[in-house]
């Protein structure tokens, strides 16, 4: 096996080399849901029912992905000649996309 020469890369260096992936102060993101329904009889064929749906989160993750190339803006035109898309046919909408990578990685 051959001799490894990458324990000397720092060896002009003083101190210790120390690498951090995440802030080291990171915390977790908690996301929250909930919901609450009553339900109240009315007479003998009818029931009231009152609903609430939540959902919150705390600490997300807010960052950037640096490895996207730069977004090309590119024309879409609509083919949908039954009509029945939300769309009308010929419609030509703009929107970024993401083709390629310029990153080795």
Not at 40 to 61: C, D, H, I, M, P
Request: proline share 6%.
């Amino acid at each position: 096996m051959p001799e490894s020469s990458y324990s000397n890369c720092l060896g002009a260096s003083s101190g210790n080399a120390t690498a951090y992936y995440l802030d080291p102060n990171f915390k977790l993101p908690q996301i929250h849901q909930a919901d609450l329904t009553v339900e109240q009889q009315l007479g003998k064929s009818n029931v009231l029912t009152v609903s609430w749906l939540g959902s919150w989160g705390r600490r997300l993750a807010d960052f950037r992905d640096t490895n996207l190339p730069t977004p090309i803006a590119v024309d879409f035109t609509v083919v949908d000649t039954s009509g029945v898309g939300p769309l009308a046919n010929g419609t030509t909408f703009t929107t970024n996309a993401f083709f390629a990578t310029t990153n080795s990685n």
